[in-house]
T-cell receptor
Framework: AQSVTQPDIHITVSEGASLELRCNYSYGATPYLFWYVQSPGQGLQLLLKYFSGDTLVQGIKGFEAEFKRSQSSFNLRKPSVHWSDAAEYFCAVGAKGAQKLVFGQGTRLTINP | DAGITQSPRYKITETGRQVTLMCHQTWSHSYMFWYRQDLGHGLRLIYYSAAADITDKGEVPDGYVVSRSKTENFPLTLESATRSQTSVYFC?????????????FGEGSRLTVL
């Protein structure tokens, strides 16, 4: 069965600092991996996704993520955060040909001015 | 382009009452999903549907009923609401033809059961 772990429930960073949100997955085959962002009171918006090919993927809002098969990880990064990045971030895993996604518990990001 | 709309956005009900959360999508996506979001659990799949008249259980289906008579609608019913069903409910859809697994979410329905 697929599973996703986001080890950090809450992270606080200063505006302008770099960011890395961790995601570890469990899945036997090559996974489809996603990062979603949820602003307060809103639904989830796709930041980026990985299916195959280049293991470093670029997303919207200046985010990127790197797929590391050996570590079963798909960490999200941003070189310089903005106050508007404060939100909840969810990592998710899916399987090729399947439509269901399994989500992690989420990481809440707070930005200090 | 309306996308996915959920109604109501906010609902307060009492234990034992029946509640139906509505979900409507305008993309003609084949797949639709209901997730619940709870602190410490992230999003958990309740039910999903691959097409009209085809539904299947997810991770936490107990206490919920779904139907899908039309492709665009996927209502979720709590037949006898319990306090443990207080949550934020998200409807989502995906396009099977794209085969990407990407989900498109509604804005959520916040349900409080007193």
């Amino acid at each position: 069965a697929q599973s996703v772990t986001q080890p950090d429930i809450h992270i606080t960073v200063s505006e302008g600092a770099s960011l890395e949100l961790r995601c570890n997955y469990s899945y036997g085959a090559t996974p489809y991996l996603f990062w979603y962002v949820q602003s307060p009171g809103q639904g989830l918006q796709l930041l980026l996704k990985y299916f195959s090919g280049d293991t470093l993927v670029q997303g919207i809002k200046g985010f990127e993520a790197e797929f590391k098969r050996s570590q079963s990880s798909f960490n999200l990064r941003k070189p310089s955060v903005h106050w508007s990045d404060a939100a909840e971030y969810f990592c998710a895993v899916g399987a090729k040909g399947a439509q269901k996604l399994v989500f992690g518990q989420g990481t809440r990001l707070t930005i200090n001015p | 382009d309306a996308g996915i709309t959920q109604s109501p956005r906010y609902k307060i009900t009492e234990t034992g009452r029946q509640v139906t959360l509505m979900c409507h999508q305008t993309w003609s996506h084949s797949y639709m999903f209901w997730y619940r979001q709870d602190l410490g659990h992230g999003l958990r799949l309740i039910y999903y549907s691959a097409a009209a008249d085809i539904t299947d259980k997810g991770e936490v289906p107990d206490g919920y009923v779904v139907s899908r008579s039309k492709t665009e609608n996927f209502p979720l019913t709590l037949e006898s609401a319990t306090r443990s069903q207080t949550s934020v409910y998200f409807c989502a859809s995906s396009d099977y033809r794209a085969n990407t697994g990407e989900l498109f979410f509604g804005e959520g329905s916040r349900l409080t059961v007193l």
